[in-house]
């Protein structure tokens, strides 16, 4: 009996499949929706699956980058007896240091009688075309087969002598190329620098890194390493090291990376007791990813559920038929359910083979924005397969709904033309305030500052609260339907059929509701953290002026040097010479303090003049002061007396008249030594920032009474600096004989990633809400087609369907935005918290992209009507009122 019902099932499964894949062939449009929706989703995530692969470098393949052909790579350190894991950048322990560090005869007794080839990593500047710049430098004969893969040659050849060099691109773009000389610059003990004359015979890459500079000589060419260098690396050669070399050349200090231990590692329980485990972070993040695969397998099947709602209508009368002759529930649902599997099984396979197919574009792409080279082109296959299996699955599950629902739809109503869903729940609304109270507890929950799991909690509570937003989108849709009573005709059409479909509607309003949910939560946390960055930030001058703040000991002719360089490359900044009081002195540094009576003036700065106590008959503009407190400071300026920064959190002064006292501090400790002290008018001047680019103004007498050594101390630029320029100019001052930097105030400046993300973001927002909309509206037009011909025949002006397809649209979007931005605005604001707390004042900051949520909200629903009211087509079908 259990076989028969087998087999039955079995039997009922092959029909089925075949009907749908008949109905797919003959309902080709339909069906290459369907297959978009499911294809586009699978395509992106296994592009994005190969190509962080392929970025992501195991420590099996980074073996030639890391020791070129050798069989390992031995890192003495100045200590006995260390502990690593299989890779050691992994991690490292050891005990005392300061030990001598093993040497190659003590490492001979472990390894034999092997090929050594000592390789060193160092840096120096060299001369550019425009002044002097920074560069990397590997010490090697990269003539040696053990050597073969740490620099790839382009052009040319490997150095053959202490005199000659081979570079990267990066060195060759800012200085000699092939054939050229480059020089180096390396600082010698008693401070000067050294001039290194070297000839480039090659051009190539560093194994390791693709944008920094990177150059490469034979030992000897940078002179004799000093005892503060250290014991060079060794590469050996020879047969594998193996796991128990290794530990032996531990307990000898040695840090060991072998080829054969990264390629084919031992079990953990090789592992010293303290190296095991520590990769506590791996169930967090697995977590966090399954919280992300479940939030776009939920966007998948809300924007292909519509898809499989409207199948499933079309076969709604044959299903009736089949019902009224004997058939069952179970045999309608799988027909439906048919669908599902024959869309999914075509559109996770033909999505994950154009998506490696774009990978192969992708990963170039990507490429150009690491600074460090990508592994081998790698397809993860298992993970792919899951991704194939990803599509599969939403697109079965998009086909649930519809299926049960064509399962139990009355075949009387369905057979006599009438296609009503009825009421809504009157459960629906309650189960879905419930769901979003339970995400709104868990947000709060989860919002305490703390560790991962407040943001697993607040993860949990979004998706929690999405799926209650869910239940509630048939009530609202409902309520909307009432309201248009006295709408314009395409409007109050578009709202009663949304209402009348609701399997058709609901799925795409909740589908543009979850993803301007996930929108507004993404961005007002990234926002609210860039807001926190940028309220802690301190501005050193204000913005878009520069410095360069000069050495303590500079002479006139470096000042004069200085400033001829600033003159030259930025001809329009205006410059200023800033004088200030040396601070340093010999064996001491000077404490200057301020006081009214017994109660201390507390000042704070934070600026790049050279000096916290500037010296000036008058306030200078480079203070970026207010300009109401300009003529009460030059006034005090000019009576002898001091004038007092004050920023934005500071108190006012306690009196016009201020004590300044001056100490020495000795450099060896000890007491501070009081010197002089006078008594001067006092004003303040408030800067509008966090901080003051000096503490305090003193006026020429008042230095002079106080007996305080000033000097040149910076040399200010006004605005305007271009960067190129200051690039530039920065490398004709290093090569100056202040060796000395222009730094520009900027302001600050959002991380890149963060601008990123917003862009991906709106973008990615707005992909998705098109897509939902765009779905819904298309089916609905396909739908209402004995509607339209109803208009036509009661003659309607063309226009009406172009009028009815945009309302459609507005209300799919609009509707989907006002649900979903409520819904964002849980986790958003929860995760922010944690993320702004400021563990001094114990607050947080919460900060709206106001921009981006009218963009979403407003923006894109206007939008997405307006693109469908213009491609949509103006003509009503003349047909028969027949479905």
Known sequence: MSGGTTSSRLGGWRVALRLARREAWRRKAQTALMLLLICLPVMAVSAATVVWRTSDVSSAESVTRRMGAAAAVLTPQQTRDVAQKFDPDDGTAWGAENEPPATEAEIRTVLGDRPLLPVRRDSADYRTTHGIAGTNLLVADLRQPLAAGLFRLDDGRFPRSVDEVVVNQAVADRGPGLGDTLVLERRAPDGTKVPIELRVVGVGDYADSRTRAWAAVLPGALGEPTADDGPPQLLVGGGPVTWSDVRALNALGVIVASRQVLTDPPPESALAPDMRGGDEGDDTALTVLGLVVAMVLLEVVLLAGPAFAVRARAQAHTLALVAASGGTPAQARRTVLASGVVVGLVGGVLGVGLGIAGSTLAVPIAQRLDAAWFGPFEVPW??????????????????????????????????????????????????????????????????????????????????????????????????????????????????????????????????????????????????????????????????????????????????????????????????????????????????????????????????????????????????????????????????????????????????????????????????????????????????????????????????????????????????????????????????????????????????????????????????????????????????????????????????????????????????????????????????????????????????????????????????????????????????????
């Open 382 to 883: 298992a993970l792919v397969a899951l991704v194939a299996g990803f599509g599969f699955l939403s697109a079965l599950l998009a086909a649930v709904v519809p299926a049960f629902a064509a399962s139990r739809q009355d075949v009387v109503a369905v057979l006599a033309g009438r296609r009503g869903e009825g009421r809504p729940s009157r459960r629906s609304p309650v189960v879905g305030l419930v769901l979003i109270g339970l995400g709104v507890a868990g947000s709060v929950a989860g919002s305490r500052p703390g560790g991962g799991s407040s943001a697993l909690l607040v993860g949990g509570s979004a998706i929690v609260s999405v799926v209650g937003m869910i239940f509630l989108v048939p009530v609202v849709v409902a309520a909307v339907a009432r309201l248009a009573a006295r709408l314009p005709l395409p409007l109050r059409f578009a709202a009663r059929d949304a209402a009348r479909h609701r399997m058709r509607t609901v799925p795409a309003i909740a589908a543009v509701g979850a993803t301007v949910a996930g929108v507004i939560a993404l961005g007002i946390a990234v926002t609210s953290q860039a807001a926190s960055d940028e309220q802690g930030y301190s501005p050193m001058l204000p913005i878009g002026n520069g410095a360069v703040s000069l050495p303590t000991d500079a002479t006139p002719g470096q000042v004069d040097e200085v400033e001829e360089i600033l003159r030259k490359g930025l001809p329009d900044a205006p410059r200023e010479r800033v004088t200030g009081v040396v601070m340093d002195g010999a064996d001491h540094s000077l404490d200057i303090g301020l006081a009214h009576g017994d109660q201390r003036v507390m000042t704070s700065y934070w600026g790049i003049l050279g000096t916290s106590f500037l010296v000036a008959d008058e306030l200078p503009g480079y203070l970026g002061t207010r300009p109401d407190d300009r003529a009460a400071a030059d006034r005090v300026l000019a009576d002898g007396g001091i004038v007092v920064l004050r920023n934005r959190s500071e108190k006012a002064l306690p009196a016009d008249r201020l004590t300044v006292e001056v100490g020495e501090v000795p450099f060896e400790g000890g007491e501070i030594a009081h010197l002089r002290h006078a008594d001067l008018p006092a004003a303040a001047a408030r800067v509008p920032e966090r901080s003051s680019p000096v503490a305090a103004v003193l006026s020429p007498e008042a230095a002079a009474l106080l007996r305080l050594p000033t000097a040149t101390t910076a040399i200010a630029v006004r605005p305007t600096i271009e960067k190129g320029a200051l690039k530039n100019v920065n490398e004709q001052l290093a090569a100056s004989t202040a060796n000395v930097e222009l730094q520009v105030e900027r302001g600050y400046q959002p991380e890149a990633a963060t601008r990123i993300i917003k862009i991906v973001l709106a973008v990615l927002g707005g992909i998705l809400m098109l897509g939902g909309t765009l779905t819904a509206t298309f089916l609905a037009l396909s739908d209402a087609r004995p509607d339209f011909a109803t208009m036509a025949a009661v003659g309607a002006r063309p226009r009406t369907r172009r009028g009815v397809a945009a309302s459609y649209a507005l209300v799919v979007g609009l509707v989907g935005a006002l649900l979903g931005a409520p819904i964002g605005f849980i986790p958003g604001v929860a995760i922010s918290r944690p993320l702004t707390y400021d563990d001094v004042t114990s607050s947080t900051l919460l900060a709206i992209p106001w921009p981006l949520l009218g963009a979403v909200v407003v923006g894109l629903p206007l939008l997405t009507a307006l693109i469908v009211g213009l491609a949509a087509r103006s003509r009503l079908p003349l047909v028969a009122r027949l479905d």
